[in-house]
Every structure is written in structure tokens, then in C-alpha cells.
């Protein structure tokens, strides 16, 4: 009764609002009512999502449109997560969303550093589907990274979600061929509205058509322009196609560094592929028999790293933040210019899939008056070697990277301070050692692990094959 007589005794404007606000075609469910920013975000890469593990359904899959599969999955008698050295199945993508969830609920931006498909995607597909054709292969391609777009945006409905291609996001059957234009057009289409959430990256469609790259406004400033790179073309590995994409990225992405620069605004930079040295190839070339000169093995190629590096020297003030992967281990990168002075810093999270280490990302805190990421913690999925199921996966906290390092900022002072004390401190290099492969040491790529550890500590900021050889085997 005392509830209702307050009701009764609303003031007449109020009343009247609330009419306003129903006869508006408003909500509190709409899509115009946007949720308060958490300021959180996530950082996923190398999911490599096999839809193909379970035989049983691979026709069915092949057949059918990617808002369907779910309903595929359903009746599969897999029930457990992929385990190591295999790639993401559908239980462990759930499980690893779910985990998501339940860290950072809603969080305001989502960062992907590529390779989203699975590893030989063509020769699972000519496996595992029944009388496969190039035309079935090119559509389940399609539809694979669709459905990926579709279970992350009806996850985090309210984030702004930045995806990049990797190496295997391509539907040319081969590693490190660029993708046809028809998978960008695909791959385009399926995540416009995540990646132009509130009209942040309008030319988004029209620019990754054409090349696999973008720009957008991204939450954690609007004076942050973050840049989504295609770096397969620019690639030691890659062979086939690279210059026709890879020549006219160069030339956007001088033109966007400049026009930043004009408008006094920061720039991120996300790719896959990141530039440096891969200590992990260098250190397996010399297990089998390579001088060490010989060994060293670059991610980039030198037509392309012999002009992207002075382009960072040249935007320095510019440049703020890196992000990218390949590696699927937690790894950093420090950009110097040729005299050595700092440039700005790159992180390069873990990987989904358990191929190499335990599945894992990254939850992070972020403050808009500054523009920097406050603080960002590994989560890991820990019991997959009981083979877990969704409800029974335990992801727990690795490490946080502020408390590890003695950092206020997960930014690009923070992660040079932290390079600086792992290449110095026992303590941190102990730390770096035991999170680099996401606490799975058999995921080392060799036996003994990361020893020498000069190999790896050189590649943190050591990125041309010249300062590379003088740091590790001189």
C-alpha cells in the first residue's frame, strides 16, 4: 500500500516524461541506450577455430549457413575441449568465451591479433567433407570466419571488436598467400558493425576490400587512431602476391601516420605478423646444426623492414602502442630507432589455441583522460590436460602486468621498463621465462627450454638482423 500511494503521488512531470520516453520509441533495451563504459577491455589472438575436429558433422557444416551451426554442434558427441597440439575446436571456443564473460562481462573494446582459422584449413576440408569441391572449400572458409564474427558480437553485444588477418586467414589453401578479395569482401561484411560501433571506422568495408587494413577510433581515447594492419604481405614467408597489397599498405599507412601526426592524435598499431626477430625459428635452425649468423631468421622481409623502420623513427611522438601475435606466446617487443632511442612498445598476447602452450588472453583496465591501458592480466586455461568441458574448464589468473614488473601502466614506457628488467633482473627474466609459453613448458620449442636465454632477450628489442646477430651471437 505505501508503495502504491508514493506511485500515485508522482509529480505530473515526471509522469510526463515517462511518456515522452515510451511514445520516443525509446527503451532501456534499445540499441540507442548505450550501456556506461566499463572500461575494460580483452585481448584474443590466434583462436586457429578447426569447426571440422568432429568428422561426424563436417558435412552438415559444409552445408550449412554459420548462423546454423550451433545447432549442429549440439549434436555432436564431442564434448570436450581440444588438447594440446591440436587447434580450437567448437568446445573450447565456447569455454574460453564463457571464461571471457565471466572476467570482463562487458567489456568496451576487443582487440584480435589475427589467425582466427585453423591450420591447413584446405587439406582438413578435402579430409574430412564428402566429395569436397574448391567452390565448397572457398564458401565453408566464408562461413567459418562469419561464425566467429557472430558468436563474439552476440557475446559482447556492446563492445567495438578490431580484428586483423593473420598468416591462415586466407581462403588460397596455402600459408602466408594473401587472401582473395572475395574472403576480404566476406571478411569485411561479417564485422562492420563491430569494428564501426558508433560510427568509429566508417570507410571500414571499402578499405579492408581493398587491401585487409582500416583505421578506427577506438574507445580508450578519440585521440587514439588505431591502425588494423595486414602484415602477411610484408612477411619473410610470404612468396606469392605480397607486393600487389603489401606496396600499397606501405603507402597508406605513411599517409595515415602523417595525417595523425598533422592532427596531433596517437597511433596504435595492430597486426599480426610482428616485425623483429623470431627467436623461437633462430634457436631451432641452430638445434640442427646452423651458425648462429646463419640461424637468424626475421619475421619481415627486408624489402619491407628497411622501410617500415624508418617510418616508426620518422612518427616517433606518434607511434604510442603495438599490438600483435604469431608467436601464440606472451611476448613483448621494444621499437628503437637506429641510434637506439626508444620508439614505443608492442605486446604480443598468448594464443586460444593449445597448439603450443595452454589457451589463454588477456583482461585489461583502461583510463580514458590519459589514453592508456592501466593494467592488463593472463588468463589461463590450467586443468586441459584433464580434457574439461565447458562447465568444467578452470581458467585462472597467470599473472597481472603491473604487480610482475613494478609498473603503474600497461603502455609503452611500462613495457620497456619491464624489458628492461628482464633482460637485467634474475627475478623478471625467471618470471618472463615461466609466462612466455602460458605455464606449459612443454610448449618450449626446444626441449631445454628458453636457453641460452640471450636468443630471446635479444629479440626483445633487438629487431634488424644486423643489431639481432651483434646482441646474440657476437
Avoid at 114 to 129: E, I, N, P, S, T
Avoid at 352 to 376: C, S
Amino acid at each position: 500500500m505505501k508503495q502504491s500511494y508514493k506511485f500515485k503521488n508522482l509529480s505530473l512531470v515526471f509522469l510526463m516524461s515517462l511518456l515522452i520516453f515510451s511514445f520516443s520509441g525509446c527503451s532501456s533495451n534499445s540499441d540507442n541506450d548505450a550501456a556506461l563504459p566499463s572500461r575494460t577491455g580483452l585481448f584474443i589472438s590466434d583462436i586457429h577455430f578447426n569447426p571440422l575436429m568432429d568428422a561426424a558433422i563436417a558435412n552438415q557444416l559444409a552445408s550449412a549457413p554459420a548462423w546454423q551451426w550451433d545447432s549442429i554442434f549440439a549434436i555432436s558427441v564431442m564434448t570436450v575441449c581440444a588438447t594440446y597440439m591440436q587447434d580450437t575446436n567448437f568446445v573450447l571456443l565456447n569455454a574460453a568465451i564463457a571464461a571471457m564473460k565471466a572476467q570482463t562481462p562487458n567489456p568496451d573494446i576487443i582487440i584480435i591479433s589475427g589467425d582466427m582459422l585453423v591450420h591447413y584449413f584446405k587439406d582438413l576440408y578435402d579430409a574430412r567433407v564428402t566429395n569436397p569441391t574448391e567452390a565448397g572449400y572457398l564458401a565453408l572458409v566464408n562461413q567459418t570466419e562469419q561464425y566467429i564474427a557472430i558468436k563474439l558480437t552476440e557475446a559482447f553485444p556492446n563492445a567495438q571488436i578490431l580484428p586483423v588477418l593473420g598468416d591462415w586467414d586466407s581462403d588460397m589453401g596455402v600459408v602466408s598467400t594473401p587472401a582473395s578479395t572475395a574472403f576480404l569482401q566476406s571478411f569485411a561484411t561479417a564485422w562492420y558493425s563491430a569494428v564501426n560501433k558508433n560510427g568509429s571506422s566508417p570507410d571500414f568495408i571499402s578499405s579492408f576490400s581493398a587491401g585487409g587494413y582500416y583505421q578506427a577510433r577506438i574507445p580508450i581515447s578519440r585521440n587514439i587512431r588505431l591502425l588494423g594492419l595486414y602484415t602477411v604481405p610484408w612477411a619473410q614467408e610470404c612468396t606469392t602476391g605480397c607486393s600487389a597489397i603489401g606496396d600499397a599498405e606501405l603507402v597508406w599507412l605513411g599517409g595515415q601516420l602523417a595525417d595523425a601526426q598533422q592532427k596531433g592524435e596517437k597511433v596504435w598499431l595492430l597486426g599480426h605478423i610482428p616485425p623483429g626477430i623470431d627467436a623461437n625459428t633462430t634457436a631451432d635452425n641452430m638445434s640442427k646444426g646452423q651458425t648462429c649468423e646463419e640461424a637468424v631468421t626475421p619475421f619481415w622481409s627486408e624489402t619491407y623492414s628497411s622501410q617500415l623502420y624508418p617510418l616508426f623513427a620518422q612518427y616517433k611522438g606518434t607511434i604510442g602502442f603495438g599490438v600483435f601475435a604469431h608467436e601464440h606466446y606472451d611476448d613483448f617487443r621494444i621499437v628503437n630507432d637506429d641510434s637506439g632511442d626508444f620508439i614505443f612498445g608492442i605486446k604480443l598476447p598468448p594464443s586460444i589455441t593449445p597448439l603450443h602452450n595452454n589457451p589463454a588472453f588477456i583482461a585489461f583496465d583502461y583510463d580514458p583522460g590519459e589514453g592508456v591501458i592501466t593494467d592488463a592480466s593472463t588468463f589461463y586455461l590450467s586443468n586441459l590436460a584433464s580434457d574439461p568441458t565447458v562447465d568444467s574448464a578452470v581458467w585462472e589468473l597467470e599473472y597481472s602486468f603491473d604487480g610482475t614488473y613494478g609498473q603503474d601502466a600497461f603502455d609503452s614506457n611500462g613495457l620497456l621498463n619491464a624489458v628492461c628488467r628482464i633482460v637485467v633482473q634474475p627475478g623478471a627474466q625467471n618470471n618472463y621465462v615461466d609466462y612466455y609459453p602460458v605455464l606449459y613448458p612443454a610448449g618450449n620449442i626446444l626441449p631445454e627450454g628458453l636457453t641460452p636465454f640471450i636468443g630471446w632477450a635479444c629479440a626483445l628489442n633487438k629487431l634488424t638482423v644486423a643489431d639481432y646477430t651483434s646482441c646474440s651471437c657476437q
